[in-house]
């Protein structure tokens, strides 16, 4: 059983330009977030998608954007990049079990903006 | 705007030793998670400990909550050189569930 699968492993963008990032989530999880990751820090909470709808969002500017498909994959868009944009993107996959909700992490895209 | 402080920021022991690190949060919450990141990758899941448990172990990890102080520790003995790796906490409120990281420990066990 996979778990979560995200793609590409790593990227180069010039500022300005548009990205896509994707995630597939483990089998049977429903919900899919995101976090963004800066060097040295946490990761950060970019939003939640939950039957094909965004459910919340964190502190991110509109230009960050996603979509959530009937397979329950996931896409991370990003407009406009600035250099501060570059990060490890996270993809985490919920599942609920009979105590509450576990979280699955993929191994996330590194993406450099310059 | 994060939730978790982790304590101390580094950590550096001799393989065999055990490992404490500490986590403080500000908000009432629903469970604290610890998660592992080796080398800027994913992040692993090791342990969740919900607001109504006080202990809760895992083969070399033990984990403490006291809500009373917002405070958590993790617990790694008999460390391993393959324990080097990075260290979070995560909060999960329980509203919609979303995940509030520290900054993280850097641990380093030296063989």
């Known amino acids: 059983d996979a778990g979560v699968t995200q793609s590409p492993t790593h990227l180069i963008k010039t500022r300005g330009q548009q990205v896509t990032l994707r995630c597939s989530p483990k089998?049977?999880?429903?919900?899919v977030s995101w976090y963004q990751q800066a060097l040295g820090q946490g990761p950060q909470f970019i939003f939640q998608?939950?039957?094909?709808?965004?459910?919340q969002r964190g502190n991110f500017p509109d230009r960050f954007s996603g979509h959530q498909y009937p397979n329950y994959s996931s896409e991370l868009n990003v407009n406009a990049l600035l250099l501060g944009d570059s990060a490890l993107y996270l993809c985490?996959?919920?599942?609920?079990?009979?105590?509450?909700?576990?979280?699955?992490f993929g191994s996330g895209t590194r993406l450099t903006v310059v | 705007s994060q939730q978790g402080e982790e304590d101390p920021q580094a950590l550096s022991i001799q393989e065999g030793e055990n490992a404490t690190m500490n986590c403080s949060y500000k908000t009432s919450i629903n469970n604290l998670q610890w998660y592992r990141q080796n080398s800027g990758r994913g992040l692993v899941h090791l342990i969740l400990?919900?607001?109504?448990?006080r202990e809760k172990h895992s083969g070399r990890l033990r984990v403490t909550l006291d809500t009373s102080k917002k405070s958590s520790s993790l617990l790694i003995t008999a460390s391993r050189a393959a324990d080097t790796a990075s260290y979070f906490c995560a909060t999960d409120t329980g509203a919609n569930s979303k995940l509030t990281f520290g900054k993280g420990i850097t641990l380093s066990v030296r063989p």
């Open positions: 985490a996959s919920r599942f609920r079990d009979r105590v509450g909700y576990g979280y699955t």
């Open positions: 400990i919900r607001s109504n448990e």
């Open positions: 089998s049977g999880h429903d919900t």
């Open positions: 998608y939950y039957e094909e709808e965004e459910r």
